[in-house]
């Protein structure tokens, strides 16, 4: 399929209409929206994307897309494919506040997946005082961003290898030990 100069003008509309439209979502949700073109799309009516990170549902920010539907002419919020990325540093607090309230870093669930698909279902997952908010990226940090390196690290030295809480007895046995060969 070639691009006619017609098409291209249109996407350069469009674009502009979408990009709008997602600036209204920014500012209705609070979070910053994104929007890009995607030709490779399941459904080839849908082929601009609306992006976040964190911040409301997908079930909830197309319930604000439907109060802000036609107050951008040009986009078709039924038209519009909607995709929101949770960060590391909410998968992060999640694990943090598991192990807080006395739960597995993965508290009910099984697998770091299961975690993720449950984080999905909540809104603004990134939030947490600022002693969390440092202790995920610290977790983040030694995780190497990865979810399971993040499940290892917590699973290995708890909250006392962020910095926080009562160590375990590992922790406190391999210092005991290192204590005892400087003396």
Not at 174 to 180: E, F, H, T, V, Y
Request: charged share 20%; hydrophobic share 45%; glycine share 8%.
């Amino acid at each position: 399929m070639s691009t006619t100069p017609y098409r291209l003008d249109h996407l350069r509309r469009d674009g502009r209409f979408v990009a709008r439209f997602a600036h209204q979502l920014t500012v209705a949700s609070g979070v910053p929206v994104g929007s890009r073109w995607c030709p490779v799309s399941d459904d080839p009516t849908k082929m601009w994307q609306i992006a976040w990170w964190n911040g409301p549902t997908v079930a909830l920010m197309r319930f604000l897309a439907a109060d802000l539907a036609g107050s951008v002419v040009g986009v078709d919020v039924e038209n519009l494919q909607w995709n929101r990325t949770i960060t590391p540093e909410a998968f992060a607090l999640a694990l943090i506040a598991n192990v807080r309230a006395g739960h597995p870093p993965l508290g009910t669930h099984a697998t770091c997946g299961q975690l993720m698909a449950a984080l999905e279902r909540i809104d603004h997952p990134q939030r947490g005082t600022s002693r969390d908010l440092e202790l995920a990226r610290r977790l983040v940090r030694l995780g190497d961003h990865l979810e399971h390196g993040m499940l290892a690290f917590l699973q290995q030295h708890g909250l006392a290898g962020l910095g926080e809480g009562p160590l375990l007895p590992q922790v406190v046995d391999l210092r005991a030990n290192s204590r005892a060969e400087t003396l």
